[in-house]
């Protein structure tokens, strides 16, 4: 995939040549300080008294601020990287916090959707000392959320935040604020979970796959070892990029609209960006029986209810379940020879029916799902219990996993943070944003 090319250069002889070739570039661009500067700067906000010739031997500090507009929160990043003369710089810090609702819950009050992110902002200002701010890159990318928007009412979202950006102390380009593609989506997060790992410098370790499940959409994301995988997918579910003197070819694909939210919305009936009309109600097989409530979802209130008591809720709603996901999804074979680690509403659900800490989180297998979803749609038959969607959500994800090519046996890796890193897609497109910053420079 030509977006997300990554130079030999850059991970072959490390994080270092692109890091001092994107200062030097930060510095050539606003014709502000020299490339020690930064160097300095952190230096007497550590309080050290250096002269120039320790300042350059002396250990650097950069910064990479990612916002991550999902469909159901804004979340910002900010990655702090600690970096040796000639030597790979290293990840040394990530402050994260979230808010709700998403971007995209704003469509119809532009002015209100900026309180969000300049709060979010604030945080940056703290964590980022003031004589970085004019080197430190500042980005949003938006998914599903945005991607399911009329064009127009996204655009006019992104063009609020990029004033809001480009009125802060950071450093911003034209490209800063975006809607990301599903595939650089899942590539990014591949990245992540590859990098956290220690897989991307060593080539003798094998990579691990990933699975995100959003509100709005869902990837899957992994490097295949048979050749069989990358002839035999679908048009747009393979791409590729360069890292350590290799061509790697991955199968990513994102599947707009299998997110948990609306699939949840599909499942129950409705139509995304669609109110119900005067008395009309959403009534499914995935509910408690006789349950009946109001559910929002993108902004519009949906009644829904549930059927009257008969079949076994976790029969029925596996029937209903099974026909939305029909034919959906592309089912690849290798992928049950291979490791995952999945994140989002898969940690989330797993979280909350206790199959894992929610803390800690853990290893599963599609039978755990499925198991949990049976106990789950059989205590609701008696009472709803806390969360009325329960019973639908684990169904669902049992079913995902299998339409995926998961076999029940599989299991799964689940971790919210690795070495106190969000396991999300923010860290891999930091990555590639200062790498394309590096690339603009020859
Ligand atoms: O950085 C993160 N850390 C922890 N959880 C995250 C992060 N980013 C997304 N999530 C999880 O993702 C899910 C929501 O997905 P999101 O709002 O990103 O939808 P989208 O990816 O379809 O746009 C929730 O389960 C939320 O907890
Ligand atoms: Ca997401």
Redesign the pocket.
């Known amino acids: 995939m030509e977006a997300m090319k990554i130079s030999k250069r850059f991970f072959a002889f490390g994080i270092l040549t692109c890091i001092a070739v994107y200062v030097a570039y930060v510095k050539w661009h606003l014709g502000s300080k020299p490339f020690v500067g930064a160097t300095e700067g952190v230096a007497e906000s550590r309080g050290d008294k250096l002269t120039h010739q320790a300042v350059t031997t002396d250990l650097s500090v950069f910064y990479g601020i990612m916002f991550?507009a999902?469909?159901?929160?804004t979340?910002i990043?900010i990655f702090k990287f600690a970096q040796q003369p000639r030597e790979t710089p290293r990840l040394t810090h990530e402050t994260?916090k979230?808010l709700k609702p998403?971007l995209s819950a704003y469509a119809d009050d532009v002015e209100k959707s900026g309180q969000g992110i300049k709060e979010l902002l604030e945080v940056a200002k703290k964590e980022v000392p003031m004589e970085l701010w004019k080197f430190t890159p500042l980005v949003l990318k938006a998914?599903?959320?945005l991607r399911l928007l009329p064009g127009e009412k996204a655009q006019k979202l992104l063009e609020k935040v990029k004033e809001i950006f480009q009125a802060s102390p950071f450093f911003v380009r034209d490209n800063c604020v975006s809607i990301m593609n599903g595939t650089d989506?899942g590539i990014s997060a591949w990245i992540t979970i590859n990098f956290l790992t220690g897989r991307l410098d060593d080539p003798q370790r094998r990579s691990v796959g990933m699975l995100?499940?959003?509100?709005?959409?869902?990837q899957i994301t992994f490097l295949p070892r048979t050749k069989a995988t990358l002839q035999t997918s679908p048009s747009g579910h393979t791409t590729s990029f360069q890292m350590f003197n290799h061509t790697y070819k991955l199968y990513s694909y994102s599947y707009l609209g299998l997110?948990?939210m609306s699939a949840r919305l599909a499942i129950l009936g409705g139509v995304e960006g669609k109110p119900l009309g005067e008395g009309e109600e959403l009534i499914s097989p995935c509910l408690p029986p006789g349950f009946k409530s109001e559910w929002q979802h993108a902004e519009i209130v949906y009644k829904i209810k549930g059927q009257k008591a008969g079949e076994p809720l976790y029969e029925s709603c596996s029937n209903k379940v099974a026909k939305m996901l029909y034919k959906k999804v592309h089912r690849a074979g290798e992928v049950k020879d291979l490791d995952f680690y999945i994140?989002?509403?898969y940690?989330?659900c797993a979280a909350e029916a206790g199959l894992i800490d929610k803390d800690n989180g853990g290893s599963l297998t599609v039978s755990d799902f499925e198991i949990a979803a049976k106990y789950v749609c059989k205590t609701m038959e008696i009472s709803p219990g806390n969360n009325p969607f329960l019973c639908m959500d684990l169904t669902y994800i049992t079913f995902l996993l299998q339409e995926l090519g998961f076999p029940k046996s599989q299991g799964f890796k689940l971790a919210?943070k690795i070495d106190n890193v969000?396991?999300?897609w923010?860290l891999g497109a930091t990555f590639h944003y200062i790498d394309s910053l590096n690339r603009l420079q020859y």
Do not use: K, P, Q, V
Request: zero cysteines; glycine letters at 24%.
């Open positions: 991550d999902g469909s159901t929160g979340r990043h994260f979230a998403g998914t599903a959320g989506e995100d499940l959003g509100g709005g959409s869902t997110g948990l994140f989002s509403y940690y989330d919210r969000e396991t999300s923010a």
